[in-house]
């Protein structure tokens, strides 16, 4: 999170009633700001979570599932892309009232939130000494403003569901090598392919054990999805996988991945065709690198928002919804802050770390397809200024997997060593029972 008035250490000790009224004005302010940044949002009326129950009635109906085919007017045409295990999971929905499918996604999505800032706060609160239910209810409500928040609630998406299958495991299981760890990146990759870049993380981790149980658990839930919709699965497998027109265009300014950017910059021709791969290539080996560092010095935070940046990098389409992955990043630059503020000679950096999460966190919060210059028709960018503004989180992206610093493991606390006890003076002829120990 970007630095905060009134985050310092627990409760104002000079003036209690003044640091009171400070924070509650701040969280009104907070509160009172989430409103204004929806009300744009709103006209997605959940628009992509009822694509997603009008594919599943077709699908109800006996259609073929991947026939589904809707208008619209900036993709030309919409589908269904999800693999088949997201369909199974789905189609029971169908069968509820669509505002029951509203409410329930958007009710799971910010407890997803909620469950997800806590964690990733939680270590910061205590190596700090914040104050922790202050902290956690301000970074609650950082992250409900930032527009990938905003565009997942109101789009009806289903991002944060995945998130909190990915840091289950990669703040939990993988560092505890639990027996379960692999399997929610697993699970998040058969439900949604994005997720497999964390297999290829806990490669790079040497996290061998988890790398195979995070590709068998995906196998696995493929191979069931397979046996309840055959059909289904193998035409995904097979065809539409490959099929990345299903998915929208490319140029679109809501396509924040290194494939956009190059796609905005030659629209209305197309990018030269090695330019992307080579560009990929580059950003996976350096980007997968420090993601690797980062886990092999035990800063699973920063190593999961590498990997998660590099994902949203190197795919042909990443909407804004799709990358979460600045808010961990955050948390590394304010723990990162903090820490050097704490230490003599370094309060400077700290500053200027603190200023660097902000100066990250308020451009993702305004966001770019709050911008409706490039709306319907593909235009090309025409000068340095819409260049910066049309891609703004690949820019930023890029330059978190140089910049995001990789702190250095917390040490395990040691126990304070307890006060001798005085020596007990044995009566004559007995012998101690300090002596009998020591014997």
């Keep these: 999170m970007p630095a905060l008035p009134a985050l310092p250490r627990n409760d104002d000790e000079d003036d209690p009633a003044g640091g009171t009224v400070r924070r509650i004005a701040l969280l009104s302010v907070l509160a009172a700001a989430l409103p204004v940044l929806y009300l744009p949002g709103l006209v997605h009326n959940f628009f992509d979570l009822k694509i997603y129950m009008s594919a599943m009635d077709w699908w109800n109906s006996g259609q073929h599932l991947y026939d589904y085919a809707q208008s619209d007017p900036v993709q030309g045409t919409l589908y269904f892309t999800y693999p088949p295990l997201t369909a199974l999971l789905l189609r029971p929905f169908g069968l509820l009232p669509l505002w029951a499918t509203i409410a329930l996604f958007s009710a799971l999505s910010v407890v997803a939130v909620v469950v997800t800032t806590r964690w990733l706060v939680l270590p910061l609160i205590r190596r700090h000494r914040l104050d922790r239910w202050f902290t956690l209810t301000v970074a609650t409500l950082l992250v409900l403003a930032l527009e990938s928040t905003r ?24 560092p505890g090598r639990r027996r379960w760890a692999g399997v929610g990146v697993g699970l998040a990759t058969a439900l ?6 964390f ?40 065809h539409e996988l490959w099929a990345t027109d299903r998915v929208g265009r490319l140029d679109y300014t809501g396509n924040q991945s290194l494939q956009g950017m190059l796609s905005r910059l030659a629209v209305p021709q197309e990018p030269a065709a090695l330019l992307w791969p080579a ?40 909407w804004t919804h799709h990358v979460y992955w600045f808010v961990p990043a955050l948390v590394v630059l304010v723990d990162a802050g903090l820490r050097a503020r704490a230490t003599p000679g370094r309060s400077r950096r700290g500053a200027w770390l ?27 960018t025409d000068s340095p200024g819409e260049f910066l503004v049309r891609n703004m989180y690949v820019l930023l992206a890029l330059l978190l997997l140089v910049v995001l610093p990789i702190r250095p493991a917390d040490r395990e606390p040691q126990p304070e060593p307890e006060p001798p006890a005085s020596p007990e003076v044995a009566p004559k002829g007995q012998t101690s029972p300090d002596r009998l120990q020591s014997r």
Excluded: C
């Design 151 to 174: 565009e997942t609630i109101t789009f009806g998406q289903i991002n944060m569901l995945l998130v909190v299958l990915i840091l289950a495991d990669l703040l939990f299981a993988v």
């Design 199 to 238: 297999i290829v993380y806990l490669l790079v981790a040497r996290r061998w054990r988890a790398a195979s149980v995070a590709s068998a658990t995906a196998a696995v839930a493929t191979l069931v999805a397979a046996a309840f919709a055959p059909q289904a699965s193998w035409r995904f497998w097979t």
């Design 192 to 197: 949604k392919l994005f997720p497999g870049i």
């Design 354 to 380: 603190l200023a660097f999460a902000a100066g990250i966190y308020l451009p993702i919060t305004y966001g770019v397809v709050s911008f409706q210059k490039w709306g319907v028709a593909p235009e090309p």
């Design 279 to 318: 560009l990929a290539a580059l950003v996976v080996a350096y980007g997968m690198w420090r993601a690797g560092r980062a886990a092999r010095a035990r800063d699973w935070t920063a190593g999961l928002a590498l990997a998660g940046l590099v994902g949203a990098l190197i795919s042909p389409i990443t």
